[in-house]
């Protein structure tokens, strides 16, 4: 059975940081593109942070641009999100994703990806 799960979310003030983990189990997703996603309450789901199959192109939403970083271990079947900086906007369910969109625009929409976590709450204070 193919599983992402994430972890690390968790409720911090404005200003702080948090690490999200999401690992994989019954395939491996090393030539997979693995994207973030996450979605307010009331809200659709939005594109957070992307990485290439190849894991030499990383793709951000501009609202998070310079503070969020997305990294993979491919040793570990893994990929990360690492969150500086954060605003009570960023509060939210973050989800990641695994698929095989080709493009940086295909990375960017939920259409692109086939796997998906069951989500990790964020919650940020101001």
């Known amino acids: 059975q193919v599983q992402l799960v994430e972890s690390g979310g968790g409720f911090v003030q404005a200003g702080g940081s948090l690490r999200l983990s999401c690992a994989a189990s019954?395939?491996?997703?090393?030539?997979?593109?693995r994207g973030w996603f996450r979605q307010a309450p009331g809200k659709e789901r939005e594109f957070v942070a992307a990485?290439?199959?190849?894991?030499?192109?990383?793709t951000y939403a501009d609202s998070v641009k310079g503070r969020f970083t997305i990294s993979r271990d491919s040793a570990k079947n893994s990929v990360y999100l690492q969150m500086n900086s954060l605003k009570p906007e960023d509060t939210a369910v973050y989800y990641c994703?695994?698929?095989?969109?080709?493009?940086?625009?295909?990375?960017?929409?939920?259409?692109?990806?086939?796997?998906w976590g069951q989500g990790t709450q964020v919650t940020v204070s101001s």
């Open positions: 990485l290439s199959r190849t894991g030499a192109g990383t």
């Open positions: 019954g395939r491996t997703f090393n030539s997979y593109a």
């Open positions: 994703a695994a698929g095989l969109p080709v493009t940086a625009a295909q990375r960017m929409g939920t259409h692109g990806y086939d796997y």
